[in-house]
Structure formats: C-alpha cells, structure tokens
C-alpha cells in the first residue's frame, strides 16, 4: 500500500503548486491592471530637500530683463 501513498501525496503537492502558481498569477495581473490605470507612480521626482535644490538649480534659470544670453552671437 505504500506505493498508493505516494502517489497520493504527490497528487496532492502538484494540486498545491498549480494553485499557488495559479494565485500568483491573477496576483500579477491585478497588480498590473492597477499599476496602468496608475501612471503618476512612474513619475522621477527628487526624494529629498537637497535632491530638488539641485534639480531646481540645473534647470534653466529665466533670463533677467536686459542681461545678455551668452548663446545668442
């Protein structure tokens, strides 16, 4: 009877794995349905106080009324 046994187990642990392989997948699914419906998650944005000074300071600054633009000939 021991064969019955065995076989009964692994019958049992294939059923467990494609449930779980089965869970996971509707799992990664939702997660992306909700993930586009989403996209300002995916949005760069400095972290930090010190992060957004620099970006700021990267940024082109406006041009003040009468200074000269060093691009222009």
């Given at each position: 009877m021991q064969?019955?046994?065995k076989r009964d187990r692994h019958a049992l642990l294939e059923t467990w794995r494609g449930s779980w392989k089965f869970l996971m997948f509707g799992i990664a699914v939702l997660a992306?349905?909700?993930a586009i419906?989403?996209?300002q998650w995916f949005?760069?944005?400095p972290a930090t106080g010190?992060?957004?000074a620099l970006a700021s300071a990267a940024e082109a600054a406006p041009a003040k009324k009468g200074a000269i633009d060093p691009a222009k000939p």
């Open positions: 064969p019955f046994d992306y349905l909700v419906e989403r996209p949005v760069l944005r010190t992060a957004i």
